[in-house]
């Protein structure tokens, strides 16, 4: 049973930073696909930053371009974690973030509805 479990949203002020973390167990797949997706109130998902790590190509990273610059994912070399360093935060990236994993093609830009695994969600919030 493949479980994401984030942590690490909270309040801050614009410009300033967070860490999110999603840990992940029971994940067995040998070709690692994993996605932080965000969701504000009214909008739809949509995807921030992908990694993967897979014969082809062993350590890829792909972002939003509202993000490019200001936020990183990285993970363990296990993939039992997946973070996402958010810095020089802004009151447009408040959102509930979201980790997810496998979709069928591991690619930026895939829809939210493609991924297998989601976690439950944390919460950002950027005052101005």
């Known amino acids: 049973q493949v479980q994401l479990v984030e942590s690490g949203g909270g309040s801050v002020q614009a410009g300033g930073n967070l860490r999110l973390s999603c840990a992940v167990s029971?994940?067995?797949?040998?070709?690692?696909?994993f996605a932080w997706f965000r969701q504000g109130p009214g909008k739809e998902r949509q995807a921030v930053a992908l990694?993967?790590?897979?014969?082809?190509?062993?350590?890829?990273?792909y972002y939003a371009d509202s993000v490019k610059g200001r936020f990183t994912i990285s993970r363990d070399n296990g993939m039992h974690m997946v973070v996402l360093q958010m810095d020089n935060l802004r009151p447009e990236d408040s959102a509930m973030y979201y980790c997810?994993?496998?979709?069928?093609?591991?690619?930026?830009?895939?829809?939210?509805?493609?991924?297998?695994?989601w976690g439950k969600g944390t919460q950002v919030t950027v005052s101005s």
């Open positions: 029971g994940y067995t797949n040998t070709r690692k696909c």
């Open positions: 990694i993967r790590s897979d014969n082809a190509v062993p350590f890829g990273r």
């Open positions: 997810a994993a496998e979709p069928p093609l591991c690619q930026f830009g895939v829809m939210a509805s493609a991924f297998s695994f």
